[in-house]
Nanobody, 124 residues
């Protein structure tokens, strides 16, 4: 079965950088759009970034554009999220997800497999 395992979260000060990873198994990773979402305490899960199967197209939420970079290594079946200039507003559980559809989609309903999440906490 499909397994997505996130790692790389932690507690960092404001202004720091962090890179999240998502190791995928049980699927032909290079065939699928992948995305990152996040859920802050008491809030709904929200789109962060997405990347098409070959990495040719990306999509970002306005709140992270120019600070976050999504990338993938299909040879390693791994998805990444490079996060720079972190602020306390970036504090959330970050989830990676796999979409069966084409295009760098931003809708939660467009993704059908999810990881367990990794906590990112940014202190002020």
């Amino acid at each position: 079965q499909v397994q997505l395992v996130e790692s790389g979260g932690g507690l960092v000060p404001a202004g720091a950088s962090l890179t999240l990873s998502c190791a995928a198994s049980g699927l032909t990773f290079s065939s699928y759009t992948m995305g990152w979402f996040r859920q802050a305490p008491g809030k709904e899960r929200r789109f962060v970034a997405a990347i098409t199967c070959n990495g040719g197209r990306t999509n970002y939420a306005d709140s992270v554009k120019d600070r976050f970079t999504i990338s993938r290594d299909n040879a390693k079946n791994t998805l990444y999220l490079q996060m720079n200039s972190l602020t306390p507003e970036d504090t959330a559980i970050y989830y990676c997800a796999q979409s069966p559809w084409g295009g760098p989609r931003s809708g939660i309903v467009d993704y059908d497999h999810w990881g367990q999440g990794t906590q990112v906490t940014v202190s002020s």
